[in-house]
């Protein structure tokens, strides 16, 4: 084990320099047995500090390369290629992190910051001193592509990808696309009709040979690695044969069942066969078979009857289809937060408190007013409160911010205005206004210039007690006017609760079958907040749009041609360089126990039933080291990360260097 380390101490600009001693700690390594040279420099990622480790390797003829800076996350990939272009094995290169574990966390003190990192440069050589070169393996890319929702991010990355001639599954568990901006009106800042902008969009999906659209329809397995996934879809019956409908409405407008309709939060009704708006693509129908009474006791046939192409079928099963795909884009959208837990706020007891999504779809011309905006009593309403943050930004309920609920909220108060007219009261109670998108701050001013009343206060209570004259017949909301600093009562007639956006229900299910991570607000977790915003922690699986976290549509859809982008990334390589550090097994030491089986995050091992030994498929594992941790007899170990090598490396961080850095 006589190899010949090279270490070299970036400075990372004063990150690194300026809190600790970069001299002294470059010193301290050359000090170490078998370093052959220690160099420190102003920035090592830079061409010059690349060019100074591949001299070195040439001229030294250095076995390992160990570089102290910041996080491998960001530079282990330029490191290896630079040992690569000097003819070294990648994996015989090591970083050691003295940015983040040292400098940073120790900016106050110099002393300490530059123990640390003389700790952590010595374990990191014992690691480089432990390492062998593996081999580089590469896979293949299926050139398919699954995305998951077929809202406008859904939408936007299918034609994206499709427009280059690659295969896309476009998977949706509604019976048509569209997702939540199919339900809008009108969209901020330029008061575009939502559905003027979609249906276009919609129509390219259909009609696009390299999209198979797959309503109806959701995911109920995943398993492989990137570039080699496999899918297993249930289209779900519709009842009605796609190969025959012509979407001529004959059945739905002859159905005798009516149900509360989905799409207009109850305030409208829906036959049991239907489509969900008059745009659905595909315009083909679904019979709900819990309400339908075909289904309930046979005694309606009357859509069978009428259908002049005869494609009816009550006798449909589910289907089950299985796509082989290389990578896969989650957009499955968000849901909205119910605020009838928040009683004092009167939403479903009080007549005319309504939710954003409920006034959202009456000002939609397909919503339950036809567009109109009206009270219970079918009169338009002369006052109306509009109030912020409903679930949002609350410790109670969704700490995060919404992010668009101020902006809709000043659109429902132009759209008002414009309307009704101008004599119309309408009242903003906000907690700040949040308007920093292009345009946004414009649009907030228009509504200011329009007349719009804005407290600045959350409100407390919507009641019917009325205290004065004026009050009698209204709902009087209570609220707090921070900058009067006390508490106001505003009669109104209308009250529109601007709710929280939410991770979907089935965020935690789908969660398990692609192996995502949630962060704490419980919406999907990014790889990075700004290095990779569309990546997740599995390789080859992105999420994009409301998924991930409330934003508009046009930032939904830069992060749809994000994850476009990076799936057509991996199409046009072809292939994907598999992880080479993957878990291994001392086949005389397994005892067959299974307890590294549930414990793979990526269902990477499996115990063979005859020899009662655990087999890991390399192709699969991610080399996270969570079988070696757990496995009892130590018969699972990791690639240059054995057990010897990590008490080693544990010896040599926990040796005492006081005073070494003085």
Not at 5 to 20: D, E, F, K, R, T
Not at 309 to 323: R, S
Not at 635 to 642: I, R
Request: charge should be neutral; glycine fraction near 8%.
């Amino acid at each position: 084990m006589n190899k010949k380390i090279g270490v070299y101490v970036c400075h990372c600009g004063s990150n690194i320099a300026g809190y600790l001693d970069v001299a002294k700690a470059t010193e301290y390594a050359a000090s170490l047995p078998r370093v052959a040279v220690a160099r420190h420099y102003q920035f090592m990622c830079s061409d010059p500090g690349q060019d100074m480790i591949k001299n070195d390797i040439k001229e030294l003829g250095l076995d390992g390369v160990l570089v102290c800076s910041c996080s491998p996350t960001l530079h282990l990939k330029t490191f290896r290629a630079a040992c690569v272009d000097a003819g070294l094995n990648p994996h015989l290169c090591e970083m050691a992190t003295i940015r983040e574990l040292s400098s940073w966390v120790h900016s106050h003190d110099h002393v300490a910051a530059t123990e640390k990192a003389m700790a952590l440069i010595a374990a990191g050589v014992r690691r480089v001193v432990y390492r062998n070169p593996l081999e580089t393996k590469f896979s293949p890319v299926n050139p398919s592509t699954l995305i998951v929702g077929g809202g406008i991010a859904g939408i936007q990355a299918a034609l994206e990808i499709a427009s280059t001639g690659e295969k896309v599954y476009l998977v949706e568990k509604e019976p048509s696309i569209g997702g939540r901006m199919a339900r809008l009106g009108k969209t901020f800042p330029n008061l575009e009709s939502a559905g003027d902008l979609l249906a276009p969009r919609m129509k390219m999906v259909q009609e696009n040979p390299n999209i198979e659209l797959l309503t109806y329809s959701d995911i109920t397995e995943v398993s492989g690695y990137i570039g080699n996934f496999k899918a297993t879809i249930n289209k779900k019956a519709r009842s009605v044969d796609e190969t025959r409908c012509d979407g001529c409405g004959k059945c739905w407008e002859q159905c005798p069942v009516e149900v509360p309709s989905e799409l207009d939060n109850g305030m409208k009704k829906r036959k049991a066969i239907y489509i969900p708006f008059n745009n659905a693509t595909p315009k083909i129908p679904v019979i709900d078979r819990q309400n339908c009474q075909h289904f309930l006791d046979g005694s309606c046939n009357k859509c069978e009857e009428v259908c002049p192409k005869k494609a009816i079928d009550f006798n449909q099963k589910n289907k089950t289809i299985e796509a082989e795909i290389g990578s896969c884009i989650i957009s499955t959208g968000y849901e909205t937060f119910d605020p009838s837990c928040i009683t004092q706020l009167g939403y479903g007891k009080l007549d005319n408190v309504f939710t954003s999504p409920e006034f959202e779809r009456m000002l939609n011309p397909e919503g339950p007013t036809g567009g109109k905006i009206l009270m219970k009593n079918g009169a338009p309403p002369k006052s109306v409160a509009i109030a912020h943050c409903v679930g949002s930004r609350d410790e109670n309920y969704y700490q995060h911010c919404s992010r668009v609920c101020c902006m809709y909220s000043l659109k429902y108060a132009r759209l008002i205005k414009q309307q009704l007219g101008a004599d119309t009261n309408v009242y903003q109670m906000y907690i700040d206004m949040r308007c920093f998108g292009k345009g946004h701050e414009e649009f907030y001013k228009k509504a200011s210039e329009d007349g719009v009343s804005f407290i600045r206060g959350k409100i407390g209570q919507v009641t019917t007690e009325a205290l004065t004259e004026e009050e009698k017949g209204k709902l009087v909301v209570v609220c707090e006017d921070s900058l009067l600093g006390s508490m106001i009562r505003v009669p109104v007639d209308m009250v529109i609760l601007s709710v929280a956006i939410k991770p979907r229900d089935d965020a935690e299910d789908l969660s398990r079958i692609f192996l995502l991570a949630r962060s704490g607000d419980g919406f999907f977790m990014e790889r990075h907040p700004k290095l990779d915003p569309v990546g997740t922690m599995l390789d080859g699986i992105f999420a994009v749009g409301c998924c991930q976290g409330p934003k508009d549509i046009a930032d939904t859809i830069s992060q749809a041609d994000g994850g476009a982008a990076r799936a057509l990334e991996l199409i046009s390589k072809g292939r994907v360089e598999m992880e080479s550090a993957t878990a291994f097994v001392d086949e005389e030491v397994c005892t067959g126990c299974g307890a590294c089986v549930p414990i793979c995050a990526y269902s990477a091992i499996e115990v063979n039933p005859k020899t009662k030994i655990a087999h890991v498929n390399e192709a699969v594992c991610k080399g996270c080291g969570a079988c070696a941790a757990t496995c009892p007899s130590k018969a699972m170990q990791l690639k240059n990360f054995t057990h010897k090598q990590l008490i080693d490396v544990i010896d040599e961080a926990t040796n005492d260097f006081a005073g070494l850095a003085k």
